[in-house]
């Protein structure tokens, strides 16, 4: 069993910055990607940014220049940072993980970004 716990979700203005943290524990055997996906009403949940563990990293458009993914492998952590915060942004945020047996999925956490 693989627990994956988010936080640093909230309300923040237009232009401000949040920073996301998920910590995955349990039987993990073996992390290969963790990542951030999104859902906001009424549409599909969407990718975000995801890393390997070999530290490649992907990410949406809609948010390059904007969010930075990273890790902290020893603590089984990513993070997101997100700065230039949009109304558009708001969105339950999701963390998963792909590990060598399955794949993973937080809870989610709610940013909301007022204009």
């Known amino acids: 069993q693989v627990q994956l716990v988010e936080s640093g979700g909230g309300l923040v203005q237009a232009g401000g910055s949040l920073r996301l943290s998920c910590v995955a524990s349990?039987?993990?055997?073996?992390?290969?990607?963790m990542g951030w996906y999104r859902q906001a009403p009424g549409k599909q949940r969407e990718l975000v940014a995801l890393?390997?563990?070999?530290?490649?990293?992907n990410s949406a458009d809609s948010v390059k220049g904007r969010f930075t993914i990273s890790r902290d492998n020893a603590k089984n952590t990513v993070y997101l940072q997100m700065n230039s915060l949009k109304p558009e942004d708001t969105a339950i945020y999701y963390c998963r993980l792909w590990s060598s047996r399955d794949n993973y999925w937080g809870q989610g956490t709610q940013v909301t970004v007022s204009s």
């Open positions: 890393m390997t563990s070999g530290g490649t990293t």
């Open positions: 349990g039987s993990i055997f073996s992390i290969n990607t």
